[in-house]
Nanobody
Framework: VQLQAFGGGLVQAGGSLRLSCAASGRTFRTSSAAWFRQAPGKEREFVAAITMSGESTYYADSVKVRFTISRDNAKSMVYLQMNSLNPEDTAVYYC??????????????????????WGQGTQVTVSS
């Protein structure tokens, strides 16, 4: 699975952005997917994940309620709707797919090393 993330940008605190991730490859529809982010000087951290069917989702506590992950398998797309953004959300956001072990909601699904496919990242900057 090849992934390409886009939709980042500059937004004021309290604003919203919608990130998109376009996937190619026949295995996408049978792959779970996730979003991670990495701020300058920090490790890559888990944001949200979704099962291959889209029926189940899982979020980091820091984004729960504010962010929503979704997917459209017909279009081979994964989305991250981000609301009520704050400066702490500033980071490069990456989409990932193909969870190699465990399940969405389990500990491995929040570990970046558990995913086989990665997009190139899109910058999100939230100004105060």
């Amino acid at each position: 699975v090849q992934l390409q993330a886009f939709g980042g940008g500059l937004v004021q605190a309290g604003g919203s952005l919608r990130l998109s991730c376009a996937a190619s490859g026949r295995t996408f529809r049978t792959s779970s997917a996730a979003w991670f982010r990495q701020a300058p000087g920090k490790e890559r951290e888990f944001v949200a994940a979704i099962t291959m069917s889209g029926e189940s989702t899982y979020y980091a506590d820091s984004v729960k309620v504010r962010f929503t992950i979704s997917r459209d398998n017909a279009k081979s797309m994964v989305y991250l709707q981000m609301n009520s953004l704050n400066p702490e959300d500033t980071a490069v956001y990456y989409c990932a797919a193909r969870l190699l072990k465990g399940y969405i909601g389990g500990a491995s699904s929040t570990d970046s090393t558990s995913y086989a496919s990665w997009g190139q990242g899109t910058q999100v900057t939230v100004s105060s």
